[in-house]
Structures are given as structure tokens and as C-alpha cells.
């Protein structure tokens, strides 16, 4: 095909789309409106995953040192505990700093007679996944100085976060791969009911001796403008929603107790996905749409 004939062809892929206005709009409407179905269940998903690593991440193991150490012994095995795997963040508390906190927590009335001789030096321990906390708290205790029964560790806690995590995340792969089908299904029935209603034009082209290539390239083309207009007008829509809501949520509950992850952290994966589901399920349904038209 020479160059002269291809940018007519996407000339004619343009002016197609101002031709068949009501169906162009009913394409990208469609588009639209299924990005911004699939895209509001993923960000809820994905505020749910945050929150439980926020979770996570303040669920910590506490290891407490023998108390025939003296504090700068006890500080030097720190490097120990770093070197094991799946360690995020190891913070030495000295006698002095336990007994603090725990002043800080109670009442008076407990706090009589209590002075920082009654408290252990400990290391508080942040882990990089607590589905691994059972197998972290035998290799901490594993350490001289340390010993078994001296590692404070909630595995209870961490076992109903690890299900809660896997729970969440295996209903939204399955929700998301279901709503991309779906979406896909309608889109690109949406094309081809568009389609459908030149048929005749196509069959003009074939009777005058047109290539499938010839024809099927218009269309692509028109697929391929309609899949950016309605991706970039679903982030759009979307990114609103998602800030309205957002300041709604912090409203109403407060940043503290329940942070909304920031648009603009997510908003480069999120436009790069919806641009590029827009244009493939665009250009295929495009070019599916027609399949059946260019069969001999």
C-alpha cells in the first residue's frame, strides 16, 4: 500500500468517526464508562491492600536481652538480628526508655514503686512480611544473648492478616479479570453494532475490487482514536471520583485512622493501563468487527 493510499485511509478513519457521530459517542461512552467501573473496584482494592500493610507494618516482634547483659553488650548484637532475612527495622530500647513508655501508657497507681531496674533492654523489630514471622522468631531467638521464649511475636495477629491479604487479593485478580472480560465483551460488541450499520459500504468496497487491508485500516484507525478518546476521558473521570471521594473518606473518618492512598502515586500506572486497554480492546474490536465482512 503506498503512502499517498495510507494517509487517505486515515483520513477516512477520521472523518468516519464525525460521520457516525451518534455511534462514535456510544464507543467511547462505553469505554468510559467501563474503565471507570473497573478502575473504581481497583483503587478500592488497592486502599484495602495499603491499609493492610499499614497493619502489617505496626504488627512488631519485641526481643528481649538477658538481663546478665549490660547494655552495650546488648546493643552489640544488633547486627546479628539485621543479618537475618525478611528484617525491616530493628530499634534498641534500653531500660530507660522501656520504663518511659510504659509510664506514658498507665496510670499513677500502677506506676508506684516501679523503677527501670524491673524492665529488660529489647530490640523492637519490624518485619519485611509477616507471613514469614513464625520462621523470623525461631531464627531471633537462635541468637546468644536472646534465647527461645524471649521474642514477643503476635503470630495470631500476623496469620489473620496474611489471610485477610490473600483473601483480597485473589477476589480482586478474579473480580478485575471478570470486569476486563466483560468490558472487552461489551466494547467490542459496541464496534460492532457501529459496524453493522455499514455494511453496506464495505460491500461496495469489496465489489470494486478493495484489498481487506484497504478496508479494515479506517476502521482500525477510527477504533484506535475512539480507544484514546474514551481512555483519556475515563482516567479523567475517574481521577475526579477517586480525589471527591477521597476527601469525603478523610473527612468523615480523619487521615489517622484511615489514610486514602494519593491519586498522584497511582496515577501514572493507572493512565498507562487505561490508555493501553482502551486501544487494544479499540483497535481489536475494530478489527474483529469486520472480520466477518472480508470473508469471501
Known sequence: ?????????????????????????????????????????????????????????????VAYIDETLSEEDARALQPQIEAIGNIATVEFV??????QNFMSNFSSYVQEGIDETVFRN?????????????????????????GAG????????????????????????VMIVLLTFISVFIMTNTIKLATFSRREEIGIMRMVGATNGFIRLPFVVEGLVLGVMGGALGFAATALLYQLISKRV??????ALFKVVPLQQIALPMFVAYMALSVLVGVFGAANAIRDYLKV
Open 1 to 61: 500500500m503506498r503512502l499517498n493510499s495510507s494517509a487517505y485511509l486515515i483520513r477516512e478513519g477520521f472523518r468516519s468517526i464525525g460521520t457516525h457521530r451518534f455511534m462514535s459517542f456510544a464507543s467511547v461512552a462505553i469505554i468510559m464508562a467501563c474503565l471507570l467501573i473497573m478502575g473504581s473496584f481497583s483503587l478500592v482494592t488497592e486502599n484495602i491492600n495499603a491499609a493492610i500493610r499499614a497493619l502489617e507494618n505496626q504488627n512488631e516482634v
Open 250 to 255: 478523610v473527612a468523615s473518618f480523619g487521615e
Open 122 to 146: 529489647r530490640f523492637v523489630i519490624t518485619l519485611d512480611d509477616i507471613t514469614f514471622m513464625a520462621q523470623t522468631k525461631v531464627q531471633i531467638e537462635a541468637i546468644p544473648g536472646i
Open 150 to 173: 524471649n521474642v514477643l511475636a503476635h503470630l495470631d495477629y500476623a496469620k489473620a492478616f496474611v489471610t485477610i491479604r490473600n483473601v483480597v487479593s485473589v477476589i480482586s485478580l
Open 94 to 99: 534500653n531500660r530507660a526508655a522501656a520504663m
